[in-house]
């Protein structure tokens, strides 16, 4: 049990302190506008007037939807500042999924960014009458929450957040099923912060670049940017080009971005004369990335690429430095770091043993910053939570110097004729073929093996390749048992709302019929 006379601070604590010692530096800027860390208190000061007088912040649940920008973030900072509790809707997701959302946190109320989502605020207002609907601009289906905030006059920013209070609840990315809540403290949060803050090799004053969703991975960048009084640019998407447009025009030196956006700035003829040169640190996380492909992103940006392995479970768990970014030394690509200061890691056998160095095992976790289940689902939480370590359902292998090398997801694992074949392993493979710009490796039902591996294959832009090839490949590196019995060529391959490949839809496919079975 937590020991409350040693509470810690949270994120509203450590945003004012930046606030007061940074006042006058830009904090969030945008293509149309910059924001001072003064303005910033100023704005949330206001708001948190605005929705005390509304009853907002309460023991209820309060919903966000809106893209990347200033006014969603500082209204969810001013609910979190007044101990309220936050459930940020997913900005790709589709308004099944935020109704869903809406009803398993309970939340009250909806703050909307009509600019971006308009029509989907129309949609949930229809949907349920008894929510209280806000919007940040002028809409036809609630009161504009922007006009209130500009009305209020001086206003001094209130911190009356409890560290061991609910801040916000958060769904699990999803790629093994329905998607699970998680509740988290103000305390908890702060403390994945401070561990960021304390591991990473972010520059002594961050210029970040958030492209992806900051409701997700991307926001593990901003308060520890905001702790070195550094300033985030946001983007309301991810676009290649204007990737590259602004990293020159502004200067940027820290970014965030899964694989797949990687991949896809990689292939973009936009980089081809750009200068990346302000780049410090290109983080990457979400899921592995290709050897092949990181090696061929550090060829092209330099060495600027360190990897953030988290989960929504625990936050930080490893961190794998720039210098491991090491042409010279290709066979660490693969790896995914070392543990971060403030988390223990254990990988274990089926028998829950830890294994010897150089063993496959689950990657087991437990940090100050871990959750401690997930809300209603008893049976779910004990399987991932056992006393006191998370199993992350991620299997790694360790060697001599406690760096961890993922191997794959558990539950992707093939056993193929009696022989386990994890896919990440096929993958990377099939990654260094110069013609691929991604894959995916599932197992599909077999008459004989009972399993098949079955590759689907994106290929970069004007390349071409057969099947054979792609077969032969495997089975030159890895042998006759990994190779794919079948290769599909496909234009993309389906990823989570969180940007990760989603091979559900793929399996589902192969899957759905007992009687399609690879010859």
């Known amino acids: 049990m937590a020991n409350k006379s040693q509470t810690g601070p949270t994120n509203t604590s450590i945003l004012m302190r930046t606030i007061r010692r940074y006042a006058d530096r830009p904090v969030i800027t945008s293509a149309d506008q910059v924001i001072s860390y003064r303005q910033l208190g100023d704005y949330i000061a206001r708001a948190q007037v605005v929705l005390s007088s509304l009853g907002i912040a309460s023991d209820a649940f309060t ?74 601009g002028p809409s036809g289906f609630a009161p504009d929450l922007q006009v209130m905030i500009a009305a209020v006059g001086s206003a001094s920013m209130k911190d ?15 790629t093994t099923g329905e998607p699970k809540m998680i509740i988290a403290s103000h305390r908890r949060f702060a403390a994945g912060n401070l561990a960021f803050s304390a591991n990473f090799e972010l520059a002594p004053v961050p210029r970040v670049l958030a492209t992806g969703p900051i409701t997700h991975v991307t926001a593990s960048l901003l308060f520890p940017t905001f702790m070195r009084g550094g300033s985030v640019h946001m983007l309301s998407g991810f676009n290649p080009e204007e990737v590259v447009r602004t990293v020159e025009k502004e200067r940027i030196n820290t970014t965030l971005m899964v694989p797949t956006m990687i991949y896809t700035l990689l292939d973009s003829p936009s980089l081809k004369n750009a200068d990346m040169s302000s780049l410090d640190m290109v983080l990457y996380s979400a899921s592995p990335m290709s050897p092949s492909r990181l090696g061929e992103a550090v060829d092209r940006l330099g060495p600027v690429f360190a990897q953030l392995y988290a989960q929504s479970e625990i936050g930080p768990i490893t ?21 971060v ?36 689902n008893d049976e779910a939480t004990a399987e991932a939570l056992r006393d006191g370590w998370v199993h992350t359902g991620d299997i790694a292998r360790m060697d001599e110097e406690g760096r961890l090398f993922i191997v794959d997801r558990k539950k992707d694992m093939i056993v193929s004729g009696g022989f386990n074949i994890f896919p990440r392993e096929v993958e990377d493979v099939i990654a260094t073929l110069s013609e691929v710009s991604s894959c995916a490796i599932i197992g599909e039902p077999h008459h ?23 077969m032969q490949r495997v089975k030159e590196v890895k042998g006759s048992v990994h190779a794919p019995k079948e290769v599909r060529f496909v234009d993309a391959l389906p990823l989570t709302p969180a940007g990760k490949i989603d091979k559900k839809p793929l399996r589902a496919k192969a899957w759905s019929s007992a009687d399609r079975m690879v010859n």
């Open 63 to 136: 919903a966000m939807l809106g893209r990347n920008g200033a006014g969603i973030w500082m209204v969810g900072q001013a609910v979190q500042a007044l101990g309220g509790r936050m459930c940020n809707l997913h900005p790709m997701g589709s308004l099944q999924d935020h109704l869903g959302v809406i009803d398993r946190c309970g939340a009250r109320c909806l703050i909307v960014d009509p600019a971006s989502y308009g029509e989907r605020g129309a949609e949930i207002a229809a949907a349920r009458p008894d929510l209280k609907l806000y919007s940040l």
């Open 160 to 174: 009356l957040s409890d560290p061991f209070g609910i801040m916000v609840c958060t769904f699990t990315g999803g």
């Open 319 to 339: 961190y794998m430095p720039k210098a491991d970014h090491d042409p010279n030394r290709p066979e660490r690509f693969g790896a995914c770091g070392f543990p």
């Open 341 to 376: 200061a403030e988390c223990e890691v254990r990988l274990l056998d089926e028998a829950g043993n830890e294994v010897p160095v150089g063993v496959a095992g689950e990657i087991c976790a437990r940090a100050p910053y871990a959750f401690e289940g997930y809300h209603g």
């Open 448 to 470: 004989h093996w009972g399993e098949a591996v079955c590759a689907y294959v994106v290929l970069k832009p004007g390349a071409s390749l057969s099947a054979e090839a792609v």
